[in-house]
């Protein structure tokens, strides 16, 4: 597919689409819609289970809306970004992630990531939307933003790239993922190739938002817009071993010999990945603990301050340690064992996108001159309605990942 | 000339060579600023600027904004009495959780005699503001008149990165005007009603909060930072945002 780049003109994608849309291409349809009334009844317990969660969580961040932010939301003038940004961010790197690795089969043609291309391109575009829906409870006047991010754009704001770049890269998906499904691999690829150049530059940007703030030194600096693509890259693994094993655990079926390859494919592109992390994560600190005062300040808290745990059990060990040697221990064959590391590895980055958040709002910004108010470093707790809209986002995505192994037959359209 | 000032070779010199340490970063501070009056062409805060600069004639002092709104803080005058804060609040319907300036205090305990000392802050009007870099949707911008931060509050969606980018924590989210809030010089409330000085600025019983116009020879603010007897500062120098509150003691 990848070799296929034949000018494209208007006339054989109106018909080519036009195609794939004959009577064949309904019946298929109409047996999903068989199957899907025709679930297990754990499957319609998950769902249900999945929509409470969604609905409580509706009426959590509904509810934050009536009485204002300042009241619901834990965060401050002094911590203005709290787990609602840090959820945002996890949900767009797993997406931009997931699109890399697909794009590696997809697009660039790589035959071992072909099979995992269509549920990852699925869940890349769930992932994005669960972000889009966290940052809509975040964001004071989300309505404005659709408007004003057009009319009055500021071309030196990351937020403005990000967020731009971030809406294209979601309708690139989207009709990547319709393509796949029409089998129109030639327009998937194009549509995945923009995705891809969309969703990494946004992702970059989203890196820079923090790198380009000179009075936070914790952030500041060349370092996290490259650190978060390979952390995405790291987290679209993560994701889809830990998918797909769900997807073929729940529907009982054994994987076929390409998707195994397929595993083991992405369980040692993960496995590099962790260790491309932990030297980031090495040299972060090595060189953050010799820096001025307020990164020092911010390292401090992370290695022994209030950060610690998070740091070291979570970021450290669950997020890097001891998934390495499980991936290493499973040869990239036990699959059990890559679920339990990449099971880790979700749980750890999440935390480790809090971490990023927080620890670089902690030390106030008149820190170094030394007043009475502000002694020591700050603090925030997520409230609950912050956790509430948290947990929203995480059913949305996991009610549409079961209603899409459902719908799209466990996503098989790519054993061709 | 006796009394030349050589910037270049100033800087140069050893720290035993100028006693005082904050001169020494003022004048450090001058030349860092100075380049960076946005327009680019103000070179000192200086005086005798153009001695200094002779040889480079084409580097005349030339402030970018007229009126170039500044303001010196006098901070050893400082009681807090906080007459400056209700008067902000009153004048520009400041919310109750919130401030647009704040009243500091450092305590330096093994200083002899006096150990308490109150720092007055405030937007700094930043002639190279973070804020305004980041915001997506030019929410905030400077004005191109007068150098003021301003805020169009309709284009705000509320995302806060500026909250997060100002170095001098002078941004808050006001729920009741569905924007964030922050100082303007008193823009919309005073100066553009004909007023010459800011509600923070009048209200001070002890004369802390100088307000003037930078560029003109002839205000207060000119006069106290285009001088070199007394220290002149400014806070958080080293996040290169070139802020138009200056500090002064004595
Ligand atoms: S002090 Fe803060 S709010 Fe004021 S201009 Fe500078 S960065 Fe912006
Ligand atoms: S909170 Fe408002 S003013 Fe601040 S950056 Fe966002 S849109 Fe701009």
Redesign the pocket.
């Known amino acids: 597919m990848a070799n296929g780049y034949k000018p494209l003109k208007v006339s054989t994608v109106v018909s080519g689409v036009a195609k794939s849309l004959d009577a064949s291409f309904f019946a298929e349809w109409a047996s999903v819609l068989r199957d899907l009334l025709s679930g297990s009844k754990s499957f319609y317990l998950m769902i249900l289970l999945g929509a409470a969660i969604v609905y409580f969580a509706a009426m959590g961040g509904l509810d934050a809306m009536r009485i204002g932010y300042r009241h619901a939301y834990a965060v401050t003038r002094e911590v203005p970004w709290g787990i609602l940004i840090s959820t945002y961010i996890f949900f767009v790197v797993t997406s931009t992630g997931l699109c890399i690795v697909s794009s590696i089969g997809h697009v660039f043609g790589v035959k071992n990531f072909m099979p995992i291309a269509s549920r990852a391109v699925f869940l890349s575009i769930v992932t994005i939307m669960a972000g889009f829906t966290v940052i809509f409870f975040e964001i004071e006047n989300p309505f404005r933003m659709a408007i004003y991010n057009l009319i009055s754009p500021n071309l030196t704001s990351n937020i403005w790239w990000m967020g731009t770049l971030y809406g294209a890269y979601m309708v690139f998906m989207i009709i990547e993922f319709v393509m796949l499904l029409l089998k129109q691999h030639r327009l998937a690829t194009y549509a995945g190739l923009l995705g891809l150049v969309s969703g990494i530059v946004a992702h970059s940007n989203l890196g820079a938002i923090f790198a380009m703030l000179h009075g936070r030194e914790y952030w500041y600096g060349p370092y996290l817009p490259v650190y978060f693509i390979a952390s995405a890259i790291m987290s679209g693994c993560a994701t889809i071993i830990l998918f797909t094993w769900i997807a073929y655990k729940a529907s009982n079926r054994e994987m076929e010999g390409p998707m195994k390859k397929s595993m083991e494919a992405i369980g040692k592109l993960c496995t590099m990945m962790i260790a491309i992390l932990m030297f980031f994560t090495s040299w972060k600190l090595i060189t953050g603990s010799v820096a001025g005062g307020g990164k020092v300040e911010a390292i401090r808290a992370m290695m022994a301050g209030p950060y610690a745990m998070n740091f070291w059990v979570f970021e450290v060990g669950m997020g890097m340690v001891i998934p390495f040697g499980l991936l290493l221990m499973s040869k990239w064959k036990d699959m059990r064992m890559m679920a339990v590391a990449t099971f880790m590895m979700m749980i750890a980055i999440f935390i480790m996108r809090y971490d990023l958040v927080l620890i670089g709002q902690i030390v106030p910004s008149w820190h170094e001159l030394g007043v009475s108010e502000y002694p020591q470093l700050l603090s925030y707790t997520p409230s609950l309605h912050e956790f509430a809209v948290v947990l929203g986002g995480m059913g949305m995505v996991a009610i549409s990942f079961m209603l899409g192994e459902k719908v799209f037959k466990g996503h098989k359209s790519e054993d061709h | 000339m006796k009394n030349k000032i050589d910037l270049d070779n100033l800087r140069k010199e050893n720290l035993e060579s100028i006693p005082d340490m904050e001169r020494r970063s003022f004048l450090k501070m001058g030349l860092l600023v100075t380049g960076a009056f946005a327009g680019g062409s103000m070179l000192s805060v200086i005086s005798n600027i153009d001695k200094v600069f002779a040889s480079k004639a084409e580097m005349r002092e030339k402030y970018p904004y007229k009126p170039h709104y500044s303001m010196v803080i006098r901070q050893d005058r400082c009681i807090d009495c906080e007459r400056c804060l209700e008067a902000c609040s009153r004048t520009n319907n400041v919310a109750e959780y919130g401030y647009r300036t704040n009243i500091l205090e450092k305590i330096t305990p093994d200083a002899i005699g006096q150990k308490r000392e109150f720092i007055a802050v405030l937007c700094n009007q930043c002639n190279n503001a973070p804020?305004v870099r980041?915001?997506?949707?030019k929410?905030?911008y400077k004005d191109k008149t007068n150098g003021i931060v301003m805020?169009a509050q309709e284009?705000?969606?509320?995302?806060?990165?500026?909250?997060l980018a100002c170095p001098y924590n002078a941004?808050y989210?006001n729920e009741e005007k569905h924007?964030?809030d922050k100082c303007n010089f008193c823009y919309d409330s005073r100066l553009s009603k004909g007023y010459e000085r800011t509600a923070c600025s009048e209200a001070c019983p002890a004369g802390v909060r100088v307000f003037g116009d930078l560029s003109n020879p002839d205000s207060e603010v000119y006069k106290l930072v285009h001088q070199i007897q007394r220290p002149v500062w400014v806070l958080r120098e080293e996040t290169g945002a070139k802020p138009n509150v200056f500090y002064t003691k004595g």
Do not use: E, L, S
């Open positions: 804020c980041a915001c997506p949707t929410a905030t805020m284009k705000c969606i509320g995302c806060k990165v500026c909250v941004r989210f924007a964030i």
